[in-house]
């Protein structure tokens, strides 16, 4: 595959122009300031055709969700993006591919004000390997493991979107959808699954609020369950407090939009944890940055429980975590 080199040729031109970049791409390696005060956040995530996105999907769009889900792993610690780099597997040199794929690149590097650092490319089933790093500062993470019994569970945005936009992009939604999907719907839950906005903001805004927080990749049950165990926590769901989309809500029955709300993955929204002593701090600082979040239960005691309720009473369901696809 290395006949050029790939990184430089199609994404060294615009790969951008951060101040604490002291070398980028081109070099054996890339040389970066960390500001003073501030720690080091960085996170992985690898994008598999036929797992993560489906084989037709856009170069744009696939791009654009790589950059996204690390980004929002970034935003679930309180961190502010910095740096990107690029692994890509790719089965060949396809040059309207790349070039599109270049396109979602820059404009996610654009839009965040980011820096694609450096990169490889290697000959292989298609897959998108991101590492994103970021800043923090010191002793403000917001973790996994700081939950504790008595808090309150908020997400940010609405849930389940993104579960019912793979359902169309999978041309699935006859066995789903009740009635017919109107095209502004379509186009908002198709975009939901394949342009997943990273809650940055969010996350710096929770930072010394919030006790513990997670990004919602793989589906509500699934997540919550990291921070029970990490916190040994148990938690209390009540379900008609859900925050769902119009879109969701007007295309399918309830029980269908409750199990994609609960199961289903990649909707890359906040799940974070506050105390009822920060409460009324947080719906301060998030009001003055017009964020909708919903409290959707609490934490107790019940190590590794979680309870779900709609309306007071006990809800029988078999839905599990989402397994992606
Ligand atoms: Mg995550």
Redesign the pocket.
């Known amino acids: 595959m290395k006949e050029f080199n790939l990184i430089e040729h199609f994404f060294k031109q615009k790969s951008g122009t951060r101040k604490d970049v002291v070398i980028g791409i081109g070099d054996d390696a890339a040389v970066t300031h960390i500001p003073q005060g501030q720690a080091l956040v960085t996170t992985t995530d690898t994008l598999l055709s036929g797992v993560h996105f489906l084989p037709n999907a856009s170069p744009h769009s696939i791009a654009q969700k790589a950059v996204a889900v690390n980004l929002?792993?970034l935003a679930?610690m309180g961190a502010e993006p910095a740096w990107i780099s690029l692994s890509l597997s790719a089965p060949d040199v396809d040059e309207e591919w790349l070039t599109e794929f270049s396109r979602g690149l820059q404009d996610q590097i654009e839009y965040y004000s980011i820096q694609l650092i450096g990169g490889d490319t290697v000959q292989g089933p298609l897959a998108i390997t991101i590492t994103a790093q970021g800043f923090v500062p010191y002793e403000q993470a917001i973790t996994r493991s700081g939950a504790k019994p008595g808090d309150l569970v908020y997400v940010t945005g609405t849930l389940g979107d993104a579960g019912l936009g793979l359902a169309i992009a999978k041309n699935e939604v006859d066995q789903v959808i009740e009635k017919p999907l109107s095209q502004v719907n379509r186009d908002f839950l198709l975009k939901r699954l394949n342009y997943p906005t990273p809650r940055l903001l969010t996350g710096t805004q929770l930072r010394r609020i919030a006790n513990s927080c997670?990004?919602l990749?793989d589906g509500l049950i699934s997540d919550i369950k990291h921070i029970l165990k990490m916190s040994a926590c148990g938690a209390t769901l009540d379900l008609e407090k859900l925050p769902l989309s119009q879109a969701l809500v007007n295309s399918v029955d309830e029980e269908t939009a409750l199990k994609y709300a609960l199961s289903a993955g990649d909707d890359y929204e906040l799940l974070f944890t506050v105390s009822e002593e920060q409460k009324g701090n947080l719906e301060t600082t998030l009001a003055s940055a017009n964020i909708q979040v919903t409290c959707i239960g609490h934490l107790n005691g019940n190590v590794g429980n979680l309870e779900l309720k709609k309306n007071n009473l006990p809800y029988q369901n078999n839905v599990q975590g989402y397994q992606h696809f």
């Open positions: 929002s792993d679930a997670i990004d990749s």
